[in-house]
């Protein structure tokens, strides 16, 4: 239970998503990038990745166009740090300083949940969910190139983000080998004028409101929500791409991690959610938790916001809900029991979060929002759409 809880935290962060990485401290997840996928092909380390949307690329524009998609066989929240590995470095947009560190605050924000949760090994659970077709994201490239290694490039394509179903009888295998087939409906998120072709793969920095359906993820454990809406912002996918059949993949280079060869999924994920989001998200998960107090029948646990004298978004324990009398166990389920269990020191481990507050998403001079580094791997689908 307490590994399926996390998964779906995971993995709805992950879709949003989600902070910089200060620092050489490793509060993430391991350093082994290719999450165990057989799907990550190796390829040369000189790989070029990361070609920014608005580049200056002199590439004609395709005379025709078509509609691609493709599975995310891999899907990997890289550790703080992950150097190489890992990701944007200018989600901050009043970010002035010239060695700018890895945005990916993620890694520590999640290493922090999974104290409380039996530290479970995120990367792995997403490895476990993808591999047996529970997660299965499916992204719909529209407007690009009939090939997209040919000299042409589409600077107005437009890259739709799914939550698939997968169909029964294919495996795991079959999936990561991109021999998957999928049926997906609306879509979760949209990327606007993407800049896809001539190799490479671009899309950003937007802003779009992403729901996850939390209840379909979550099987039998009850979260207290049934759906997860963010508004992600200065959002943007980059990386380099190659065509496989009618579907595009991704090339995914080889990188030195920790004086270590490491494959990571060749499309970075980056982004930023407001700390207000994330408050509300942790509030809507324990507040049917009696066990913690009943005082959360009309307060919120975790109160949060700017605090102009310190300069900077604070995260504390409600004062108006008593927690001294706790007693939460795993029979209260994966959150009540694993957060209600540990409250106190969940309550002091706010502080901690509120220094992952990385990104002044508003521009005021304060942090006010958490950013994300992800690594994508890209594979060949065949779809159905409803």
Same mark, same amino acid.
Not at 70 to 76: D, K, P, T
Not at 365 to 383: E, F, P, Q, Y
């Given at each position: 239970?307490?590994?399926?809880?996390?998964?779906?935290?995971?993995?709805?962060?992950?879709?949003?998503?989600?902070?910089?990485c200060?620092?050489?401290?490793?509060?993430?997840?391991?350093?082994?990038?290719?999450?165990?996928?057989d799907?990550?092909?190796?390829?040369?380390? &000189?790989?070029? @990745? $990361?070609?920014? #949307?608005? !580049? %200056?690329?002199?590439?004609?524009? *395709?005379?025709?166009?078509?509609?691609?998609f493709?599975?995310?066989?891999?899907?990997?929240i890289?550790?703080?740090?992950?150097?190489?590995?890992?990701?944007?470095?200018?989600?901050?947009?009043?970010?002035?300083?010239?060695?700018p560190?890895?945005?990916n605050?993620l890694?520590a924000?999640?290493?922090?949940l999974?104290?409380?949760?039996?530290?479970?090994?995120?990367?792995?659970?997403?490895?476990?969910?993808?591999?047996?077709g529970?997660?299965a994201?499916v992204?719909?490239?529209?407007?690009?190139p009939?090939d997209?290694?040919?000299?042409?490039?589409?600077?107005?394509?437009?890259?739709?983000?799914?939550?698939?179903?997968?169909?029964?009888?294919?495996?795991?295998?079959?999936?990561?080998?991109g021999?998957?087939?999928?049926?997906?409906s609306?879509?979760t998120?949209?990327?606007? &004028?993407?800049? @896809? $072709?001539?190799? #490479?793969? !671009? %899309?950003?920095?937007?802003?779009? *409101?992403?729901?996850i359906?939390?209840?379909d993820?979550a099987?039998?454990?009850?979260?207290?929500?049934?759906?997860?809406?963010?508004?992600?912002?200065d959002?943007?996918?980059?990386?380099?791409?190659?065509?496989c059949?009618?579907?595009?993949?991704?090339?995914?280079?080889?990188?030195?991690?920790d004086?270590e060869?490491?494959v990571?999924?060749?499309?970075e994920?980056?982004?930023?959610?407001?700390?207000d989001?994330?408050?509300?998200?942790?509030?809507?998960?324990?507040?049917?938790?009696?066990?913690?107090?009943?005082?959360?029948?009309?307060?919120?646990?975790?109160?949060?916001?700017?605090?102009?004298?310190?300069?900077?978004?604070v995260?504390?324990?409600?004062?108006?809900?008593?927690?001294?009398?706790?007693?939460?166990?795993?029979?209260d389920?994966?959150?009540?029991?694993g957060?209600?269990?540990?409250i $106190?020191t969940?309550?002091? !481990?706010?502080?901690?979060?509120s220094?992952?507050?990385?990104?002044?998403?508003?521009?005021n001079?304060?942090?006010?929002?958490?950013?994300?580094?992800?690594?994508?791997?890209?594979?060949?689908?065949?779809?159905?759409v409803?």
């Open positions: 239970m307490k590994t399926q809880s996390l998964l779906i935290l995971s993995a709805a962060l992950s879709l949003c998503f989600i902070s910089a200060d620092g050489d401290d490793d509060t993430g997840s391991d350093t082994s990038l290719d999450g165990g996928s799907a990550i092909p190796d390829v040369d380390a &000189d790989t070029d @990745i $990361g070609t920014d #949307s608005d !580049a %200056a690329i002199d590439v004609p524009e *395709p005379d025709e166009t078509t509609t691609a493709s599975f995310v066989a891999g899907l990997h890289p550790s703080t740090n992950g150097g190489d590995a890992c990701c944007f470095t200018d989600l901050d947009p009043n970010n002035d300083d010239p060695e560190t890895i945005d605050n890694a924000l999640l290493g922090v999974g104290t409380f949760l039996e530290d479970v090994d995120i990367n792995q659970s997403i490895v476990d969910a993808i591999d047996s529970s997660l994201l992204l719909e490239h529209v407007g690009i009939l997209v290694e040919s000299d042409e490039r589409s600077t107005d394509a437009t890259v739709h983000i799914h939550i698939a179903e997968a169909a029964e009888g294919d495996t795991g295998e079959m999936r990561a080998d021999e998957g087939s999928f049926t997906i609306d879509p998120a949209t990327f606007e &004028d993407a800049a @896809i $072709g001539a190799g #490479s793969f !671009a %899309a950003g920095p937007d802003t779009f *409101p992403l729901s359906p939390l209840g993820l099987g039998d454990v009850d979260l207290g929500m049934e759906t997860l809406d963010l508004v992600v912002t959002a943007r996918l980059r990386g380099n791409i190659s065509q059949g009618d579907s595009v993949c991704s090339v995914d280079p080889t990188v030195t991690i004086g060869d490491a990571v999924g060749g499309i994920l980056g982004g930023a959610v407001g700390a989001q994330i408050v509300d998200l942790i509030n809507g998960l324990v507040g049917d938790c009696s066990c913690i107090s009943s005082d959360l029948a009309e307060h919120d646990l975790i109160v949060g916001g700017e605090d102009a004298d310190a300069q900077a978004y995260l504390s324990c409600n004062p108006d809900v008593d927690v001294s009398s706790a007693e939460c166990t795993d029979a389920g994966a959150i009540c029991g957060l209600g269990g540990n $106190g969940v309550c002091s !481990a706010l502080g901690v979060v220094n992952l507050i990385d990104v002044d998403i508003d521009g001079g304060v942090n006010d929002g958490i950013s994300m580094g992800i690594r994508l791997a890209l594979v060949s689908a065949t779809v159905t409803e």
